[in-house]
């Protein structure tokens, strides 16, 4: 949670005149200088702060080596200059965010879940597969077999997790890179969302059948149209119309329709998993297993059911993603999700994880996503040709790693 | 059975691959003893001590707690049974906090708002706080990362967590390796401190000096296989070290420098 400390010995000054190498009992804490610590802050629930070998750290550089400052600080700064550039075009009237926000939200989606298991020191190459391959196994059986829509989301949602819980198993077992297995998957999904759908229905594109629009049989299912589909605060948006505070349609409700349900479970993943990974014992296993997975084991951490959990946990994000994406498009299509799983590990990378695991946030990496999101759709609203997002993703994530790097250096010798 | 062991190892076998880590050793510890495990390194001492701590399974063999036979699936199970051990490479993650490794895998929880069960956070900080301070090792701000600490300053925590959770059996692999004098004395005052509470220990040491003042009963691996236990009463401190790894050597030099003696 600090800075990092200087180079022993230059805080030696004033300890010189102390009086030191006093005999002591055993038990007593001791100032031997070769065990004291090197920099350690001043607050303490314990010992009194007496020591003279500690520098008080501000809360400022506190906040500096904190897993996501580079994204906080990365969403400011890409922020101002949207500001500046496109300000008076309409990105930032309560249509434009809500815009850009979406778009922020799904890749979120997926974030949170690639930066728990990049966290917990693995990969999964498998998400923009799995993305495609959700939403054929909702579409074909809600418009092919008959089934209804809650029905086929849970059959989606078993599936996915079925399919994590055998790439972490592979992983585990194998021990191979979770890259490697990964990988294999990233085709096999792909492939068969292509072949089975084209084997099933004669299409890769699904979002009709016999005149009935899986659209229609999304909104017609009371449980999946009130979890995944349509906004929320809708009223609110009205009334702010009404108001005159955001721009308003000929009928006088808001152009803005209301908040998306898509940014609530983004909300609310994020909050979720930050508290998990912050607050509980999971959470320290999560660090543990992502840190030493030898340490891990030897200390009794369940580590196979901790990786194997954290697979199940992103598959399941990739399934939600697509879920929400066919109740937003009315349609599924076998080759959604393109390059999802990159983006996702990009935007994990900007929100502070490190690649070798082991640290990192789930909210960095929310912000990661949020940058995504600004930069992808802000660019529309500027003269900048749209080919230029992909020359800024490059950079940015380069640039995080860069910073991470740098930062876990510090943190090797700092605190967090 | 007359003598009162805690644990047993009866022609316990471990192969790696090719590579018989173990032949056949018999070890057995008796409640409340602290048992030195002496040989050169390669000699299984670790792999030994690793499979009473439920990381490895024997292949051959059989392991008793309390003299029932247990198989230990992974490490967890030996902490449950109050069998805590300090690995020769202390099982610490440096990028977590000196609180988080203290309670890796046996994590203080307290509910929150009644329902969730969360990580008690300042019950572990001040805990380990509290158990380093009492190793002589002051660290204000257990948030700190242990990658900061220096090498004595983990093989200390690690130390300390195994004593807190080590309720019946203390395992110690090499712990005083990264140690200045003063700290050893510490560990041999903390090993002599867990025998006077009943605590049955098992210490790995390459130091005759260390092992003889405080050990009860010596056990010799060479190449895979016990050469023998010897009680306290039965071996003089040179025969110790002659057991040890280099000690004929270290005698060979003592002569040779005339009038040192150890
Ligand atoms: N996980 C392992 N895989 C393969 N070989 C191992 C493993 N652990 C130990 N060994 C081998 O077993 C033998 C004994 O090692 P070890 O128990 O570490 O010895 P010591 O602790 O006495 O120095 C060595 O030859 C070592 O190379
Ligand atoms: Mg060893």
């Known amino acids: ?416 | 059975m007359d003598i009162d062991y805690i644990l047993q190892l009866e022609d316990i076998s471990k192969y790696f691959g090719s590579v018989i880590a173990l032949n056949g050793v018999t070890l057995r510890l008796k409640r409340g003893e602290v048992h030195c495990l002496l040989g050169d390194n390669g000699a299984g001492k670790s792999t030994l001590i690793k499979t009473l701590a439920g990381v490895h399974l024997p292949d051959k063999g059989e392991y008793l707690v309390d003299g029932r036979p247990v198989r230990f699936q992974s490490p967890r199970e030996a902490l449950d049974l109050g069998i805590a051990t300090v690995y020769q490479d202390l099982a610490l993650v440096p990028l977590m906090s000196v609180a988080r490794n203290f309670f890796m895998g046996r994590e203080p929880r307290r509910k929150l708002l009644g329902s969730f069960h969360v990580m008690d956070h300042e019950l572990a900080a001040g805990t380990a706080i509290e158990k380093l301070a009492e190793m002589g090792i002051k660290v204000r701000d257990a948030s700190q990362v242990v990658g900061t600490m220096s090498g004595g300053e983990r093989q200390c925590l690690a130390i300390a967590r195994a004593i807190h959770f080590g309720a019946r059996v203390l395992i110690l692999d090499e712990p005083t390796a990264a140690l200045g004098v003063k700290q050893s004395v510490n560990v041999l005052k903390l090993i002599n401190r867990a025998r006077a509470k009943g605590i049955s220990v098992i210490f790995i040491t390459h130091n005759v000096n260390y092992a003889y003042p405080v050990g009860d009963t010596f056990t010799l691996l060479n190449r895979g296989k016990s050469l023998g236990t010897f009680a306290k009463s039965a071996v003089a401190k040179d025969e110790v070290l002659d057991m040890m790894a280099g000690g004929a050597e270290m005698k060979e030099l003592m002569a040779d420098l005339e009038g040192v003696s150890i």
Not at chain 1, 6 to 27: D, F, S, V
């Open chain 1, 1 to 416: 949670m600090s800075a990092a400390g200087p180079p022993r010995g230059t805080n030696l000054a004033p300890r010189e005149t102390a009086p030191r190498r006093k005999p002591h009992a055993w038990g007593e804490p001791t100032n031997d200088p070769h065990i004291s610590n090197p920099a350690a802050s001043a607050e303490s629930p314990v010992v009194p702060p007496t020591d003279e070998r500690v520098r008080d750290i501000g809360a400022l550089r506190r906040f500096l080596s904190r897993p996501e400052f580079g994204s906080i600080s990365g969403a400011v700064l890409v922020f101002i200059v949207f500001l500046l550039a496109a300000g008076d075009s309409g990105m930032f009237s309560a249509e434009g965010i809500v815009n850009w926000a979406t778009v922020a939200a799904f890749l979120g989606i997926i974030s949170v879940g690639a930066a728990l298991l990049m966290i917990g020191g693995e990969f999964d190459l498998s998400i923009g597969s799995m993305i495609g391959f959700a939403g054929m196994m909702l579409a074909i059986p809600a418009l092919y077999w008959g089934w209804p829509v809650w029905v086929a989301c849970l059959f989606t949602f078993a599936l996915c997790a079925a399919l994590g819980a055998v790439n972490g198993y592979l992983v585990i077992r194998t021990g191979l890179p979770s890259f490697i297995v990964t990988l294999a998957f990233y085709f096999i999904l792909r492939g068969l969302s292509l072949a089975l759908s084209t084997m099933l229905t004669g299409k890769t594109i699904l979002s009709n059948y016999e005149g009935v629009s899986l659209r229609d049989l999304v909104n017609g299912d009371y449980l999946s149209s009130t979890l995944f589909s349509g906004h929320v605060l809708t009223g609110v948006f009205n009334a702010m119309a009404g108001w005159g505070w955001i721009a308003a349609r000929d009928g006088g409700e808001a152009l803005a329709v209301g908040i998306p349900k898509v940014i609530v479970w983004w909300l609310l993943l994020t909050v979720i998993g930050g508290f998990v990974l912050a607050r509980t014992r999971q959470g320290n296993w999560i660090l543990a297993v992502g840190g030493d997975a030898t340490a891990a084991k030897n200390t009794g951490v369940p580590v196979a059911r901790v990786k194997i959990s954290l697979f199940i946990v992103t598959a399941l994000c990739a399934a939600l993603f697509a879920v929400l994406q066919v109740a937003d498009a009315g349609s599924a299509a076998a080759d959604r999700g393109l390059q999802k799983e990159f983006e996702a590990i990009i935007a994990a990378v900007i929100g502070g994880c490190l690649l070798s695991g082991g640290y990192g946030s789930v909210v960095g990496a929310s912000i990661g996503a949020l940058i995504f999101g600004m930069v992808q759709i802000g660019i529309g609203y500027t003269s900048i040709d749209n080919n230029w997002y992909r020359v800024f993703l490059g950079a940015m994530l380069l640039a995080a790693v860069l910073f991470n790097t740098y930062i876990r250096k510090r943190v090797a010798l700092g605190r967090r």
